[in-house]
T-cell receptor, first 112, second 110 residues
Framework: DADVTQTPRNRITKTGKRIMLECSQT?????MYWYRQDPGLGLRLIYY???????NKGEISDGYSVSRQAQAKFSLSLESAIPNQTALYFC???????????FGQGTRLTVV | DAKTTQPNSMESNEEEPVHLPCNHS???????IHWYRQLPSQGPEYVIH???SNVNNRMASLAIAEDRKSSTLILHRATLRDAAVYYC???????????FGTGTSLTVIP
């Protein structure tokens, strides 16, 4: 099994719909992150969580919400999707100390 | 958060060494320097990280300037599989959130 699994891998949704992207990890790490990547650009941080009771906004949290259901699960929701949220979304996890981060394969979301 | 500056793109011939530079003039004393790479259609993957001393692993070497305001990722023999976008990132020693720049797109020429 992959260290970080994202579902779905691809999704097309309509403007105004609510959508949830899910992420699970098998590393046993406390820290989890959601990033967004637009074509030709680097990754931008949306939200991050250091444990189940800790949620923090990143650079671009407007229009998004998250839920940390368990240590291994971190979901990203778009309450009312809009076309400029069309992007590639990545989930990541890392340990408490300064260790490497592990990324999922990404979810390609298209809002029409 | 401290920022990094990298060239947008670089080219290398296959089987030759590649030196990817990164400037981080506002680095703090407790920031680690991390490098990740992103292959086409994949999530980023860890390459290497260091604090003050040069570091080597099976993938690459990291050379850190004495004043820590710049670093260089060294791929000793570029292969076609090394074609990717390489990101230089600063992380606090506690391992908190980390921010990506736009990275360097490496093209490897056969």
């Amino acid at each position: 099994d992959a260290d970080v699994t994202q579902t779905p891998r691809n999704r097309i949704t309509k403007t105004g719909k609510r959508i949830m992207l899910e992420c699970s990890q098998t590393k046993g790490h406390d820290r989890m992150y959601w990033y967004r990547q637009d074509p030709g650009l680097g990754l931008r941080l949306i939200y991050y969580s250091f444990d189940v009771k800790d949620i923090n906004k990143g650079e671009i949290s407007d229009g998004y919400s998250v839920s940390r259901q368990a240590q291994a699960k971190f979901s990203l929701s778009l309450e009312s999707a809009i076309p400029n949220q069309t992007a590639l979304y990545f989930c990541a996890t890392s340990g408490q100390r300064n260790t490497e981060a592990f990324f999922g394969q990404g979810t390609r979301l298209t809002v029409v | 958060d401290a920022k990094t500056t990298q060239p947008n793109s670089m080219e290398s011939n296959e089987e030759e060494p590649v030196h990817l530079p990164c400037n981080h003039s506002t680095i703090s004393g407790t920031d680690y320097i991390h490098w990740y790479r992103q292959l086409p259609s994949q999530g980023p993957e860890y390459v290497i990280h260091g604090l003050t001393s040069n570091v080597n692993n099976r993938m690459a070497s990291l050379a850190i300037a004495e004043d820590r305001k710049s670093s260089t990722l060294i791929l000793h023999r570029a292969t076609l599989r090394d074609a990717a976008v390489y990101y230089c990132i600063l992380r606090e020693h506690t391992g908190n959130q980390f921010y990506f720049g736009t990275g360097t797109s490496l093209t490897v020429i056969p």
